[in-house]
């Protein structure tokens, strides 16, 4: 079984800038993509960003690439998202999810099944 906590989000002004945690506790595969997700009203969830916890291999969104980070903390099953030069249309709830082992640099799949409870992001004009 896998907890995962996210943390850190808020509100800020356009142009400002959070950072997300998430922390994955329990058992967790060496070989396991940490991705972060967001969901606004009335739109579908959105992949925005993941890291392979093996390969260290990293995806961006194109929606956010550029302004978006994905980092971890090697200590730890940490990931970060470092949000910057926020619109309001990053307003959303942000999750974090777990997935299975993943034989492959590729963390834009189906099946991450362990999940946060999400965390606000709110982000004012």
């Known amino acids: 079984q896998v907890q995962v906590a996210e943390s850190g989000g808020g509100s800020v002004q356009a142009g400002g800038s959070l950072r997300l945690s998430c922390e994955a506790s329990?058992?967790?595969?060496?070989?396991?993509?940490m991705g972060w997700f967001r969901q606004a009203p009335g739109k579908e969830r959105e992949q925005v960003a993941s890291f392979h916890m093996r390969y260290h291999a990293i995806y961006i969104a194109d929606s956010v690439k550029g302004r978006f980070t994905i980092s971890r903390d090697n200590a730890k099953n940490t990931v970060y998202l470092q949000m910057n030069s926020l619109t309001p249309e990053d307003s959303a709830v942000y999750y974090c999810a777990v997935s299975p082992a993943v034989y492959s640099t590729d963390c834009r799949r189906p099946d991450y099944n362990s999940w946060g409870q999400g965390t606000q992001v709110t982000v004012s004009s």
């Open positions: 329990g058992y967790t595969s060496t070989y396991a993509c």
